[in-house]
């Protein structure tokens, strides 16, 4: 197959006891294409993972690799490989045997497994490492086994469950940056679970944000966040101060808003007396006007966290104490709990959502 998804997901429906898990997924995956997987726990995102890998079959829909029906197939007839959280190396075999054990499950000769081992190892940066054992290593370094061992069978898709999870922060963001390195590098497709916003920012050019066996959203990483397309989607994938509100009337090419806060006017469409929500993110919320903003109200200050280059504040509005304003502010700015202060935004980086 040319020119179409590397894997189709069509109407991917599962359930667990009676409860469904996924509930008519549908999704394509390209080749060459990272894609993260992003959700709460009990979003389904793990048991999709699964179903593409062949270690559960769906209730219900098909899956499809390069246009063949794999639905069916158990995960060693598939093009895929799969890294685990655990990383699931086998502690009595060296690092070269645990890279080439896939291999020598299909029968490679001895001489040319070892060559192509020694190639993974070398393309992950542990080639001295091929005769240790997994305890030798550090936990980032049995994470760059485990990828080795994936990768060197050459599958379409390499799925990825949660493989940075047990990686202390600063690890976990060097093997970021590492994983997407190395993607760009071999080409094959990723498609990489997560409950971690940030991880998925640095690492998706296709990020499918899920909730409760459905898609709230899926797009570049960079559409996703500026644009979010669900009231889910703006609250998961980073965090978003909310405004409830209620279309009051529509003009040429804008609307009016009657938000908790006041009237807001907004270049989007809209039909008058439908409920809407506008969602405004951290960096566009201001202490002072800006050009084109408008005022937020009066707030008071009920946190400050320091977060190096800039300070995260939350406040409560003075017109709806249910309206929680959260902003990211510079370091250097002057505010400390309990200040009272007027909040502003500008209505172009409002994004308008249907509630």
């Known amino acids: 197959m040319t020119g179409g998804p590397l894997v189709e997901i069509r109407k991917v429906s599962h359930a667990f006891g ?9 999704l394509n995956i390209e080749p060459g294409s990272y894609t993260v997987l992003l959700g709460p726990s009990g979003s389904g995102k793990t048991t999709l993972l699964s179903i593409i890998g062949g270690f559960l079959h769906p209730d219900e829909g098909s899956i499809l690799i390069r246009g063949g029906d794999v639905t069916n197939a158990p995960p060693a007839r598939r093009p895929t490989a799969t890294v685990f959280q655990d990383y699931a190396l086998f502690p009595h075999l060296t690092v070269g045997n645990n890279v080439g054990f896939g291999l020598r499950m299909r029968g490679m000769p001895r001489a040319r497994r070892m060559a192509r081992v020694r190639e993974a190892l070398a393309m ?6 091929i005769g240790k054992r997994p305890h030798q290593l550090s936990g980032g370094q049995r994470q760059r ?19 940075l999870g047990a990686l202390d922060l600063k690890l976990r963001r060097q093997m970021q940056d590492e994983l997407k390195a190395l993607q760009k590098r071999v080409g094959t497709a990723f498609i990489h679970v997560t409950h971690d916003q940030e991880e998925a920012m640095a690492l998706a050019d296709h990020c499918v944000v899920m909730n409760n066996g459905h898609i709230e959203d899926q797009g570049p990483a960079e559409r996703v ?12 994938m980073g965090e978003s101060t909310l405004l409830s509100g209620r279309v009051l009337d529509l003009g040429m090419d804008e609307i009016r808003v009657d938000t908790q806060v006041g009237l807001v006017s907004l270049a989007a469409a809209g039909e008058p007396g439908f409920d809407v929500s506008l969602a405004i993110r951290p960096e566009h919320i201001t202490l002072g006007p800006q050009a084109g903003s408008v005022s937020l109200g009066e707030a008071t200050v009920t946190d400050v966290v320091f977060q190096g280059s800039f300070k995260r504040v939350a406040a409560t509005s003075a017109k709806d104490p249910e ?10 700015q002057p505010v400390t709990v309990g200040d009272s202060v007027e909040l502003f935004a500008s209505p172009a980086d409002m994004v308008l959502l249907s509630r």
């Open 225 to 236: 966040y500026a644009r979010p397309a669900s009231r889910f989607s703006a609250t998961f």
């Open 323 to 332: 309206v929680a304003f959260i902003a990211k502010l510079r370091s250097s």
């Open 18 to 26: 009676g409860h469904r898990v996924l509930d008519e997924i549908s």
């Open 145 to 163: 086994v485990a990828l080795a061992r994936a990768l060197v069978v050459e599958p379409a898709v390499l799925l990825l469950d949660e493989p």
């Open 124 to 129: 992950v940066g542990l080639a001295d490492a």
